[in-house]
């Protein structure tokens, strides 16, 4: 499916991003991984970057050199208080952690892609972000305007033999999530591997014809 592409991998050292890595590899890509920091896996070229830093991401994409796929999986979730005691603080760190990681990448991906006359973007918005929930306005801001730019960039960029596209999420089975919730059933969440599937799908040939598309992947959900 991916054979002979490089996918260059953000938040790779995460549950979902440590799938994406091994289910990419065995559809034959080249992985590169980008991370604060890296727990020991192999198989992929590493680069420790700290992507909501413009700068750092610009000259991290340069190190790397050419790319085929993007998957912006680099992001994090809390909970917080209701929207209108949202910290400042809080509003800009779901932010911060969730869009600017998005924008940075694809700031510094795109035009290596448009160079290359190809390519494909997959990022990671929120099923729970296509409408706003109690104690989550942050977060959903957030994965609402990953969501929007994956739309604007798909608009932008289909003439130019480029596919953006994103999955949508509801419950990830990760051990954080499993700690948070210990009481639920893991068996109906989306296992990381079921998602990085549809992500390597997004980003191959066989999905050329797709732009644009906010997939749900719910599990049992």
């Not at 790319?67 to 760190?93: C, E, K, R, Y």
């Not at 160079?115 to 918005?125: E, F, H, P, T, Y």
Request: net charge neutral.
């Amino acid at each position: 499916m991916l054979h002979g592409k490089t996918v260059v991998i953000t938040g790779a050292n995460g549950a979902l991003g440590r799938a994406a890595c091994a289910v990419a590899a065995e559809h034959g890509a080249e992985v590169v991984a980008l991370d604060l920091r890296f727990d020991g896996q192999a198989g992929a070229r590493r680069y420790i970057i700290d992507l909501t830093d413009a700068n750092a991401t610009s000259a991290c994409f340069k190190a790397v050199g050419g790319l085929d796929v993007l998957f912006n999986i680099a992001g994090g979730f809390a909970m917080g208080p209701t929207a209108h005691t949202t910290s400042q603080a809080q509003w800009a760190h779901m932010s911060r952690i969730n869009f600017d990681t998005v924008r940075n990448a694809v700031e510094a991906a795109v035009p290596v892609m448009l160079a290359r006359g190809r390519g494909s973007i997959v990022n990671v918005g929120a099923l729970s972000a296509r409408e706003g929930q109690p104690n989550m306005a942050a977060y959903c801001v957030a994965k609402s305007a990953v969501m929007r730019l994956t739309e604007s960039l798909a608009k932008e960029l289909r003439g130019a033999g480029i596919n953006v596209n994103a999955v949508l999420p509801s419950l990830i089975d990760t051990p954080t999530n499993r700690a948070d919730m210990p009481d639920a059933d893991f068996s109906r969440w989306v296992a990381p591997r079921d998602l990085a599937q549809v992500m390597c799908f997004l980003g191959s040939d066989g999905a050329r014809a797709i732009h644009g598309a906010l997939v749900p992947v719910t599990g049992l959900v």
